[in-house]
């Protein structure tokens, strides 16, 4: 089935045409700065050059109509797009699973907005202009919070007043669901019956770990919102909660200006003072900055810290999996981090883990006690899945 892939944001809409079948990506890119001046599609065609198309783009509205002209440019009409699937980044309480598009399952994206309103509004104003303008194409609903859903009460609730908590529907929801039930998939299939009790590492400039028993998730290190967890580029992670108070009463912050300070100017960023990459903070630890050297020390020492808790959450673990672009691209990253757990009996081949590919493999040692892996995230694979399963039925 060819499905095209839609992750909308509040000034951006990525997307992807790709076959699940065959898994071939036929054209991707990234509308960018809708809404905003000097908006432009950056896209490639069948894995060639990066092209770039300076045009005004001041709504979802035209971007999507750029997107369908580009992709008829590159040989498919709208007769051989056979599903959309939408990334919605908060599904709330009404999706367990992926979902067909109808007006009510649009109506839970608007619902529970709320909780995500940067992402949420967008996406669903995506979903209803993709329903009206190509009615013959199924559209699905793939949430990013669904493989969290059903993570046990102990682990999901906040020790707050019930009636609050209940009220305004506060609980663990998690994020980045669909790349570590991707990630889940493709260790069972590399390693069938020797994987029960998972870490998988969600590391980039927003990083998670999930607790994976046998393809159920046990636990996720972020919580309400996306803020919560590991140290992340611009993102503190978990704090004490009375920061927030201390800051607005003794800072003087509004209660915006922490959150846009949790948010965007903390982090790796915060405590480097240099950059939210990684590479350029290994870069200038390396040449001796001792604050790019605290950024990343405090970055192994918390993301081992929540590993250890996410194998606590499943009474153990066998086997840990990294991701996303350190955790794909870093071999001192994976290799500073597997240290911080050596006492567990994590042992990676410093040869293996120095190799670049693009398949997942296997990087620990013959006698290491957890296996450890490098598995290569593809959410729009694991969406694309979701709609084939959904409209096929
Ligand atoms: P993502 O959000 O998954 O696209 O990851 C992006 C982040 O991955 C970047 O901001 C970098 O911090 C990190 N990254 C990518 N490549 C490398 C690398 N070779 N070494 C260290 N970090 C990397």
Redesign the pocket.
């Known amino acids: 089935m060819n499905v095209l892939v839609i992750n909308a944001g509040s000034s951006s809409l990525k997307y992807q045409l790709l076959n699940t079948e065959t898994r071939e990506v036929f054209t991707k890119g990234n509308c960018e700065r809708i809404g905003i001046d000097g908006s432009f599609i950056g896209y490639t065609v069948r894995g060639g050059e990066k092209q770039k198309l300076e045009v005004a783009l001041p709504d979802h509205k035209t971007a999507i109509k750029h997107v369908f002209q580009l992709l008829e440019e590159a040989g498919f009409d709208q007769s051989k797009i056979e599903g959309i699937g939408h990334r919605v980044v908060q599904g709330g309480w009404y999706f367990p699973e992926s979902k067909v598009v109808t007006d009510e399952t649009l109506g839970w994206v608007r619902e529970v907005a709320p909780l995500a309103p940067l992402h949420n509004y967008a996406e669903a104003d995506v979903i209803e202009i993709c329903r009206d303008m190509f009615p013959s194409i199924g559209n699905v609903i793939v949430a990013d919070t669904s493989f969290h859903y059903n993570i046990p009460e102990k682990a999901h609730r906040y020790a707050l007043p019930r009636d609050v908590v209940d009220k305004l529907h506060i609980r663990k929801y998690g994020a980045h669901g669909t790349s570590h039930r991707y990630i889940w998939k493709t260790t069972k299939e590399l390693l069938g019956d020797d994987v029960h009790k998972l870490v998988s590492c969600h590391l980039?400039?927003?990083a998670s770990l999930s607790a994976i028993q046998d393809g159920h998730d046990m636990d996720t290190t972020m919580g309400l919102t996306p803020l919560d967890g590991l140290i992340m580029?611009t993102r503190c992670g978990t704090i004490d909660p009375a920061t927030v108070c201390y800051l607005v009463r003794e800072g003087g912050y509004t209660i915006d200006e922490v959150d846009t300070m949790m948010n965007k100017q903390s982090g790796i960023l915060a405590i480097s003072g240099v950059s939210?990459?990684?590479?350029d903070v290994?870069e200038r630890a390396q040449k001796g900055d001792a604050h790019c050297q605290m950024a990343l020390d405090m970055f192994f020492y918390r993301t081992s810290q929540l590993i250890a808790e996410m194998a606590q959450s499943m009474h153990g673990f066998d086997t840990m999996a990294f991701s996303?672009?350190?955790g794909e691209?870093?071999d001192?990253?994976r290799s500073a981090i597997c240290k911080e757990l050596a006492w567990f009996g994590v042992k990676i081949d410093e040869e293996k883990n120095s190799v670049r590919s693009d398949d997942p493999r296997v990087i620990s040692t013959e006698d290491s006690k957890i296996k450890v892996l490098v598995v290569p995230t593809n959410e729009e694979l694991m969406i694309a899945l979701d709609v084939q399963e959904l409209l096929s039925k």
């Open positions: 980039g400039s927003g580029g939210s990459d990684t590479r290994e996303a672009g350190i691209n870093s001192t990253f």
